[in-house]
């Protein structure tokens, strides 16, 4: 059992309360999942080839007081790029000034245990182990603006409570997902990904799924015909919430086992496991609430 949320605004007067409008949606689904919690938020797009990479510290040696200048110095010497830092604790936002490919490999190489969390052009990533409040705290998640965020309280059944197993998962660039449920055909799905060389990092049935459907965006099937796909790919119980540089997407199972709510007005959209995560929202009384149907694809555009 697991909470997942997910925000859209429409109205542009909101993006900046986006992450304080947020933070009730995740801590009311700490009973659904109270081992460890995330969220990636999607911000305005980097300029030109820029792109940024999310990165976790907290299973080096520094932890939290990790050398993120040192780092950004090493690649400056190394490599002959100039990066920029946005440092939160263990966590920090890396931009580059092009393709972040030679700084991946880099990192992969001379810093192990540094966690490469996401990278794209406009995605941010945070997750960690502990209680949805506390994971809210640490990374301040109630000062975040943008245009939607995709979010998740975790309770792990299949796998070990670490932050590499925490959700969202991401693959490619400015795609992430969220899950609650489970499938049934995670390691038939990495056999088949793996001949097309798809690298996976956990033993978790999510990221399974993140990569099929990341793999299919990347084959050049909409998000539509990936989701479609999907459907005849991903067997077991689940409640899938995608993001993407400027789209929100839900889909759930053909038995729909697992819960998910939807409010939506003129000025947002808002998603959740359980409605308790939507009461506090602007104008709630008002808003269209509907439960997704069975094996059905729903996309809002940011």
């Given at each position: 059992m697991c909470g997942i949320v997910g925000l859209l605004v429409k109205d542009p007067a909101l993006q900046s309360r986006l992450g304080a409008l947020m933070v009730p949606m995740l801590i009311g689904m700490t009973g659904?999942?109270?081992?460890?919690?995330?969220?990636?938020?999607?911000?305005?797009?980097?300029?030109?080839e820029a792109r940024k990479l999310s990165l976790y510290s907290g299973q080096t040696d520094a932890?939290?007081?990790?050398?993120?200048?040192?780092l950004g110095e090493a690649l400056r010497t190394q490599l002959g790029i100039s990066t920029a830092f946005v440092a939160h604790g263990n966590h920090a936002v890396l931009s580059v000034p092009g393709s972040p490919e030679?700084?991946?490999?880099?990192?992969?190489?001379?810093?192990?245990?540094?966690?490469?969390?996401?990278?794209?052009?406009?995605?941010?990533?945070?997750?960690?182990?502990?209680?949805p409040a506390e994971?809210?705290?640490?990374?301040?998640?109630?000062?975040?603006?943008?245009?939607?965020l995709v979010g998740h309280t975790r309770m792990a059944t299949e796998s070990a409570v670490t932050p590499d197993r925490a959700h969202p998962f991401t693959a490619g660039e400015d795609f992430c997902l969220v899950h609650n449920g489970s499938l049934s055909n995670p390691n038939g799905v990495r056999r088949m990904l793996e001949p097309h060389g798809i690298r996976f990092e956990t033993d978790n049935d999510t990221e399974a799924?993140?990569?099929?459907?990341?793999?299919?965006?990347?084959?050049?099937?909409?998000?539509?015909?990936a989701l479609q796909k999907g459907f005849e790919a991903l067997d077991g119980f689940y409640t899938f919430l995608m993001g993407?540089?400027?789209?929100?997407?839900?889909?759930?199972?053909?038995?729909?086992?697992?819960p998910a709510v939807v409010a939506e007005t003129d000025a947002y959209v808002a998603i959740a496991s359980e409605f308790r995560s939507l009461a506090h929202l602007p104008d709630i009384a008002h808003a269209h609430v509907f439960e997704p149907a069975p094996e059905e694809m729903y996309v809002w555009n940011a």
């Open positions: 659904r999942g109270p081992d460890s919690a995330g969220l990636a938020v999607f911000t305005p797009p980097l300029a030109g932890g939290a007081d990790f050398d993120w200048s040192g030679s700084v991946k490999a880099w990192i992969r190489a001379h810093a192990p245990q540094l966690h490469i969390l996401s990278t794209g052009r406009v995605i941010d990533l945070y997750k960690d182990t502990g209680a994971v809210a705290a640490r990374y301040d998640f109630e000062q975040l603006t943008g245009s939607h799924a993140c990569r099929f459907l990341e793999w299919r965006l990347r084959e050049g099937d909409g998000l539509e015909a993407t540089a400027d789209q929100l997407a839900l889909i759930r199972d053909p038995f729909a086992c697992k």
